[in-house]
């Protein structure tokens, strides 16, 4: 598109006059559009520069970029100009896309910024979500295993390393056969340990306020609840500390809570106790599985590591 119009509009015939019109008009509804700057120059004048897709303002004596086509670079605020990004960085962004450059945060600048990745989704490489813990601790994401069939176990690998010393495991499990048991054992490699090393005791009450109690020792599973219901409402959820999962000097131990509807029709919630293995063993993963039937499709449990 030419914008080379001189802004004036000469004396001439009625056509002639309208064309000339026309060919302003045309330039002012593009923003004097074009590869090259117009010839005609006023203070203040708007180009978009077709040929570097950049939107220039004459100043009085060059052009100016107003604004680029890309996501623009908000460059470097400083302390206390932003106080809450909430909603900026959306669930499902991922690898860093949607802003082009923050630049360098001073301290104080994000004062309530929030996290933004969900707690489940595929976070891309390199990136882990950190979820402010308590008493100068955060978690951070490790990942998780979802069953997309019924299967006989549902486990997460790898989840313990050296990174951490402190793992919190967290699932919602669903199995089809009433009044099982739910179990969960170490493994390494992706091999359970299924010696007798596992001590346990389970505490907790059922909704008829009756005490709920099992205690185990020299098994070669941990309990996670006995006789569950295979209520599809009613899946078992926990949460579970473990401490000391590679170290072969001391016992790898459990702490955690438990909600689930027993097979009796009550339910259970409470205190799921405190266990451990004595085996001498670097561990790297956990195994979760019924004493008899399948876990449900939708099964999933989650891993964090603790951050000091």
């Not at 708007?46 to 004459?58: E, G, H, I, M």
């Not at 991922?94 to 001073?106: Q, R």
């Not at 005791?201 to 020792?217: C, K, W």
């Not at 451990?276 to 891993?303: D, E, K, L």
Request: hydrophobic share 35%.
């Amino acid at each position: 598109m030419a914008n080379t119009h001189d802004y004036s509009i000469a004396n001439d015939t009625g056509s002639a006059v309208r064309t000339d019109l026309n060919t302003l008009f045309t330039e002012v509804e593009a923003t004097n559009a074009g590869a090259t700057a117009p010839s005609n120059l006023a203070t203040g004048k708007l180009w978009y520069d077709t040929a570097n897709s950049l939107l220039k303002q004459y100043d009085g004596s060059a052009w100016v970029v107003v604004q680029s086509g890309a996501t623009p670079d908000i460059g470097t605020p400083s302390a206390g100009v932003v106080t809450n990004l909430s909603g900026v960085l959306p669930v499902g962004v991922t690898g860093g896309s949607g802003l082009t450059a923050l630049g360098t945060v001073a301290t104080g600048v994000l004062e309530d910024a929030v996290t933004y990745r969900s707690i489940n989704q595929d976070l891309g490489t390199g990136d882990s979500p950190t979820f402010a813990g308590v008493n100068g601790t955060d978690l951070e994401l490790i990942g998780s295993t979802t069953l997309g069939s019924a299967a006989t176990t549902i486990s997460k690998t790898d989840c313990f390393s050296t990174s951490y010393d402190t793992y919190l495991i967290s699932a919602n499990i669903g199995q089809n056969t009433n009044s099982t048991d739910v179990r969960l054992r170490m493994s390494t490699s992706g091999t359970d340990n299924t010696a007798s090393v596992y001590w346990q005791v389970l505490d907790g009450y059922t909704s008829s306020s009756s005490e709920y109690r099992i205690a185990g020792a020299s098994q070669s599973f941990t309990y996670l609840n006995p006789n569950m219901s295979n209520s599809a409402d009613h899946n078992l959820t926990l949460n579970i500390w473990v401490y000391n999962a590679r170290s072969t000097s001391s016992s790898t131990r459990f702490h955690g809570t438990i909600s689930y509807l027993h097979g009796g029709g009550y339910f259970v919630v409470g205190d799921w106790g405190a266990g451990f293995s004595t085996a001498s063993t670097v561990f790297n993963g956990i195994t979760i599985y019924p004493s008899s039937g399948q876990i449900t499709a939708g099964s999933i449990i989650t891993a964090y590591g603790v951050k000091q």
